[in-house]
């Protein structure tokens, strides 16, 4: 198994600007979490306890996934999906922060970002994240394949995995890659450091007060009108990648990605506004772009 639910325990936590609540897990079962390669966008899942409630017990070796479903709908908690800020590794421990988007006004909020606004040290959930011993890792999307130039745009949600993104691509040989990173925020005060690549110029967007999405498609100069998801879209996110199409296209085994490759991840109706105008406006072929949405206005996700 590549993931496996672990406990992991709040080390501490920080709010780092207005939206962004900092929280380092750690704990001795965290130990067997970890990976050898590059982080990029690895996706995890958190499993959070219900308010009041202990962390959900169920069997977690195997297919762990239908144990946890078949539990009472009180006690099991809930499942969110998040980034890999960092990952420490040392010879005995590991330590994963994660930055949370505190979105907490009343009727627009969640249970994983209540969670975040009142986290404490000692506190605990579970995460499911890549573990050192996988023979195989999923998760990751960020692939430029032999393109040398990337754009990543996202949202607040996705400021975390492209700053993880970047960080690493400046770890390693592809530190000569060139670029622009595009990253959405609901203020200014919620730009925050990233050590990138020389090559790559990082714009924050701070929307101040702005609808979402509208200051990305400016910076992408794209002319579309912003379409915003309705609750009867349901709750699939718009997950189109040179690798998957959650739309059926057809696919490539590994990327084939050359020349300019783009990122695009954040709300799922700005992310599909910007796709149409990407692939309409100008032109791309579908090996070129990961087009993610990360979370959906309106509606509370599943896990
Ligand atoms: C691959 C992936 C990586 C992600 N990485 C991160 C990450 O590193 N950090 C992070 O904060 N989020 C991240 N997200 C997004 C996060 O999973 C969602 O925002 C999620 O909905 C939060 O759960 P919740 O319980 O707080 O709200 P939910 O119960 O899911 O939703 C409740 C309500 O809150 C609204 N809502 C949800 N998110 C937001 C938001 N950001 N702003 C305004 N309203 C919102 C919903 O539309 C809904 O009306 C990621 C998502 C994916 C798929």
Redesign the pocket.
Known sequence: MAYAPVTAIVESVEKISPNFMRVVFSGPEMKIVGSTSPVF?Q?IKLIFPNPGKDLPTFPTTGDWYPNWLAMPEDSRG?M????I?SLNMGPTFTSLT????L?TEP????????WAMHAQEGDKLLILAPRLDAEAQGGIEFDHGAAQCIVLAG????A??IARILEDLAASDNSHITGTALIEVPEKDDILPIAGPAGISIKWLPRQGRAHGERLLESLDLQAKLTASTPADGDT?LWETPAYSALGEPVAAASTAHGEYYWI?G?SGVVTTIRRALIKEKGLDRSQVAF??????????RG
């Open positions: 966008d996706r809930v969110r999906t998040y980034s800020r994660v930055d949370f988007v979105h009727g627009l909020t969640g249970p994983a970002a209540t949202d607040e949600t996705a975390p995995a996110l991840a709300e993610m949405g990360y979370w959906k206005r309106g509606i509370a996700m």
